[in-house]
């Protein structure tokens, strides 16, 4: 029973998963919406899955249909909307749909002027605004639309200087409105202001504590103490900082058991104060 279970603290010295959700198609992204509900991008299935606060399918979406409307290849990042639509990156553009499967809108298309992208990954939803910010990964930029999916502002480039990236794949936002960047190429996080100007950023390519490889995904505890989860391939670990930057502790290490990981990515916080990992490779969703 879950309920029972002290939520995830980064500060205790044993660090097991409460819940573990296997059979999944390559996850690669997670959101959870007001329900508790678990609402996965499955990479290698071509769909979003819905499944319930026990883990029990409710409804799978999409699936194979290359670009076809309400279809999927390779979907990555999922976001829920303030009105409780779901956004899905899905190759190179953004589809919007009900929580029933209904299409409402789509936009994009493979290139790299305004309102095009090319595999973009992680979405994330400003609060007050409700502007929505997607990694687009192979363009090495942020792209900010608005709430109706009409363009608004990008910022980035290709390189490695304060502010450019090489693939960014995730975003988050903390309670400050800073906007974190898995610059993953780059092996750090980068952070900006709403507007896309540079303020700081953090982690150096390594294994040792604090030291990143392949970050990929970023998940806030804005909830409760503000910290920042970012989960990395490359170390096959999710580390963790305060908002400050400042190291704090990591778990998982490369393999099968249930506390390890094999290519981990998505990362998001349920409204109970649990942390979902999509342990990718593993084929399975850990509740931590």
């Not at 953004?94 to 209904?102: L, R």
Request: glycine share 10%.
């Amino acid at each position: 029973d879950t309920s029972l279970v002290i939520p995830f603290n980064p500060y205790l010295d044993n660090i097991t998963p409460v819940h573990t959700i296997t059979g999944l198609n390559f996850p690669w992204g997670v959101a959870v919406n007001d329900d508790n509900h678990f609402i996965i991008a499955e990479w290698n299935g071509s769909c979003v899955t819905i499944l319930d606060k026990e883990g029990k399918k409710v409804k799978s979406i999409g699936g194979e249909g290359g670009s076809g409307n309400n279809k999927f290849s390779c979907p990555c990042g999922v976001a829920i909307t303030p009105d409780k639509f779901i956004l899905v990156s899905d190759k190179h553009r953004i589809q919007k749909i009900s929580m029933d499967g209904y299409l409402i809108a789509s936009v994009g298309e493979e290139s790299s002027g305004l309102l095009q992208f090319n595999s973009p990954h992680g979405i994330s939803i400003f609060p007050i605004t409700g502007q929505v910010y997607i990694a687009d990964a192979n363009n090495h930029r942020i792209q900010v639309l608005n709430p109706d999916l009409t363009f608004s502002h990008s910022f980035g480039s290709r390189g490695s200087a304060n502010g450019q990236f090489q693939s960014p794949y995730d975003i988050a936002i903390d309670n400050q409105g800073l906007v974190y960047v898995a610059d993953s190429d780059n092996h750090r996080i980068q952070k900006f202001s709403p507007d896309g100007k540079f303020v700081g950023q953090f982690g150096t390519y390594a294994s040792g504590p604090g030291q990143l490889k392949k970050p990929n995904n970023i998940a806030i505890d804005t909830a409760a103490n503000g910290l920042v989860y970012v989960s990395e391939w490359g170390n096959a670990r999710i580390s963790v900082f305060t908002s400050d930057d400042v190291f704090v502790s990591s778990f998982g290490s490369e393999g099968r058991n249930v506390d390890q990981f094999s290519y981990p990515f998505g990362l998001a916080f349920k409204k109970d104060g649990f942390l979902c990992v999509c342990d990718t490779s593993n084929g399975r969703l850990v509740v931590y």
